[in-house]
């Protein structure tokens, strides 16, 4: 029989007796915690509206189901200050008041701050135990008017308009479009304190932005009914990396042009250089492990077998691909050792992209970071 062609009923079945299986000989071990009862509270630190809210909001009932005990999973939103509101207080949380029940998921414009020594961040990665990560790409889309100007992959036309874009804030993940817009040589002029990439895509449905990006699994539910309505049209992806670390099109848009190969056919903009690096270094800093998954700091080994053996547990359904490709795109969900290493890239670029980064934010948006 082919397992592709396996029930939904029959996969939620394996998946279930998987784990009771695993919360009987995980608990009785002492390599497992078990959560009957409890409620696993999962805290986002952006609003409803965005990417991180579907990617969350797609995970919680599968990991109810693979979770010893089955606990109720509910994903909480605490938004401000483009995330690190968020960060900062899940940092001071201990694992020993929660017993496991909390859990908190990043995303890129996480990340960044961290990175950028903004000082505001007041969290620390190292502490934290990372039990998945899941990488997405992102699409820009324009309004059809301005899509017009464009003449086949170059965007030349498109630099005599004014654009306005809602943003959650220049050190953000946000930081991506925006040097890509720059070195396109657009003029966008960005809207900051949004509190999550939804929102930005509110503006532009009510007609208060005329140019926006969103992560993929946003894109995929929120942008693509306005590109069936003819109110919009994707304009670029930021691509993928392969194996040898070369952006490729993302394999979610296979027939979406990449930001590099836009790049390459627009006058004025350069695929090498340091302006290139550094926004080569920051979109792999916060996309390929874009959304990830922590238990706080002085988590159980216990907690963390029992958190990583879920995720593997639904990735392992035999329904998985089917469903998470319409929700999150066809990205890799990473655990263990795998998700270690994404966190690591993701936590790491090199100085040289730093500089250039915290220059620029000087420079065009009057950002200090010192």
Known sequence: MNVLRTTRR??????????????????????GIDLSGKTVEWVIPFSETGGSAKWANFYAPLLSEALPGNPTVVVKFMPGAGS????????????????GTLIFGSSGSTQFPYLLGDPRVRYEYNDWNVVL??????????????????????????????????????????????????????????????????????MFE???????????????????????????????????????????????????????????????????????????????????????????????NDAVVTYTQAFEAIKARADFAEISGGRLGEYPQMTGEEATGALQSATNVPQGAKDFVTGWLKDRYGVSLN
């Not at 009771?20 to 071990?29: D, E, L, R």
């Not at 690190?84 to 940092?91: E, L, R, S």
Request: glycine share 14%; hydrophobic share 40%; aromatic share 10%.
């Open 84 to 99: 690190t509101k968020g960060a900062n207080w899940f940092q001071e949380q201990k694992f020993e008041d929660s017993e």
């Open 206 to 300: 009510r007609g208060e932005a005329n140019i926006d990006y969103q992560t993929s699994s946003s894109y995929l539910k929120g942008v693509t009914p306005l590109v069936e309505a003819g109110t919009a049209v994707p304009m670029m992806s930021w691509g993928a990396l392969d194996a040898d670390g070369n952006i490729v099109r993302d394999p979610t848009f296979p027939d979406m042009p990449t930001f590099k190969e836009v790049c390459e056919a627009t006058e004025g903009c350069e695929t090498s250089g340091e302006k290139w690096d550094a926004w080569k270094a920051f979109f792999v800093a916060g996309f390929p492990a874009q959304k990830m998954v922590f238990l706080p700091a002085g988590a159980s």
């Open 133 to 202: 990560a899941s990488g997405t790409g992102g699409v820009a889309y324009l309004p059809p008017d301005l899509a017009g100007k464009m003449d086949g992959l170059d965007a030349s036309g498109l630099q005599g308009e004014d654009f306005i874009y809602g943003s959650q804030g220049a050190t953000r993940l946000d930081l991506v479009p925006l040097l890509a817009w720059e070195m396109l040589g657009l003029q966008v002029e960005p809207v900051f304190g949004i509190k999550g990439r939804g929102d930005g895509r509110l």
């Open 10 to 31: 029959v996969a939620m079945g394996l998946v279930a007796a998987a784990a009771a299986s695993f919360a009987t000989s995980a608990t009785a071990g002492g390599h």
